[in-house]
C-alpha cells in the first residue's frame, strides 16, 4: 500500500495568512492526488483534484502543486471559514490511502 | 444541483450486518461511480472499495474482503454498502462519495451514516 505523510500534523495561523501544507506518498503517484477539508461533524470536502486541478466551486484561494512523491496545498489568504482539517488522497492505487491530515487552527 | 443522501444511524451488536444507502439526484447516476470512506471517531479517513454504477464492476480494499458487499440500483439510483460479521472497530461514520472514472477521484460526499457496534 502507498503511505501518505502530511506536514505539519497542525499549525496556528491568522486571518489572513498564506498557508501551505505538503504531503508525501510513499512511490511516486504522477498527479494523482486530491485534497479534503473537513470540518468537525461534517463530511468532507472536496477541494482539488489532480494535484493542482480545483473541484466546482472551490474558491481560487485554495491552489495545489506537485507530482511525483512531493505535493502542497496552499491558502493563499486564511478566512474563518477555512479553518478545518485537511487530508490528501492518492488514488493512483488500491487501496486509495489518506494522509493523517493537518489541522488548521486560528492562532 | 448533486445530492447523495445517506441513510439514517445504525446500531448494530457484534457479528451482525448493517447495510447503509446512498440515494443521488441530479445527475446521471450510471455516469459515475461510488466509493466509500470511513472515519473512526476522532480519526482520519479510510478508503473502505468502490463501484461503477455503470456495470456494478467493484474492487474492494484487502482488509474488508469478504465482509463487504457494495451493490448498485439505477432503478432508484442508489448505492448500497453492506459489511457482515461487525466487529466493534467497524465502528465509523461511513461515507459515499461520487466518484469520476477512469481515475476515480472524488467529487461530492455524502453526509454520513454513522454504524455503532456494540457488543
Known amino acids: 500500500d502507498i503511505q501518505m505523510t502530511q506536514s505539519p500534523s497542525s499549525l496556528s495561523a491568522s486571518v489572513g495568512d498564506r498557508v501551505t501544507i505538503t504531503c508525501r506518498a510513499s512511490?511516486?503517484?504522477?498527479?494523482?492526488l486530491a485534497w479534503f477539508q473537513q470540518k468537525p461533524g461534517k463530511a468532507p470536502k472536496s477541494l482539488i483534484y489532480?494535484?493542482?486541478s480545483l473541484q466546482s466551486g472551490v474558491p481560487t484561494k485554495f491552489s495545489g502543486s506537485g507530482s511525483g512523491t512531493e505535493f502542497t496545498l496552499t491558502i493563499s489568504s486564511l478566512h474563518p471559514e477555512d479553518f478545518a482539517t485537511y487530508y490528501c488522497?492518492?488514488?493512483?492505487?488500491?487501496?486509495?490511502?489518506f494522509g493523517p491530515g493537518t489541522v488548521v487552527e486560528i492562532k | 444541483q448533486v445530492q447523495l443522501v445517506q441513510s439514517g444511524a445504525e446500531v448494530e451488536k457484534s457479528g451482525a450486518s448493517v447495510k447503509v444507502s446512498c440515494k443521488a439526484s441530479g445527475y446521471s447516476f450510471t455516469t459515475y461511480g461510488i466509493s466509500w470512506v470511513r472515519q473512526a471517531p476522532g480519526q482520519g479517513l479510510e478508503w473502505v472499495g468502490w463501484i461503477s454504477a455503470y456495470n456494478g464492476d467493484a474492487n474492494y480494499a484487502q482488509k474488508f474482503q469478504g465482509r463487504v458487499t457494495m451493490t448498485t440500483d439505477t432503478s432508484t439510483n442508489t448505492a448500497y454498502l453492506e459489511l457482515r460479521s461487525l466487529r466493534s472497530e467497524d465502528t465509523a461514520v461511513y461515507y459515499c462519495?461520487?466518484?469520476?472514472?477512469?481515475?476515480?477521484?472524488?467529487?461530492?460526499w455524502g453526509q454520513g451514516t454513522l454504524v455503532t457496534v456494540s457488543s
Open positions: 489532480g494535484a493542482s
Open positions: 462519495a461520487r466518484t469520476r472514472w477512469p481515475r476515480r477521484y472524488f467529487d461530492y
Open positions: 512511490q511516486g503517484i504522477s498527479n494523482y
Open positions: 488522497q492518492q488514488y493512483f492505487s488500491d487501496p486509495q490511502t
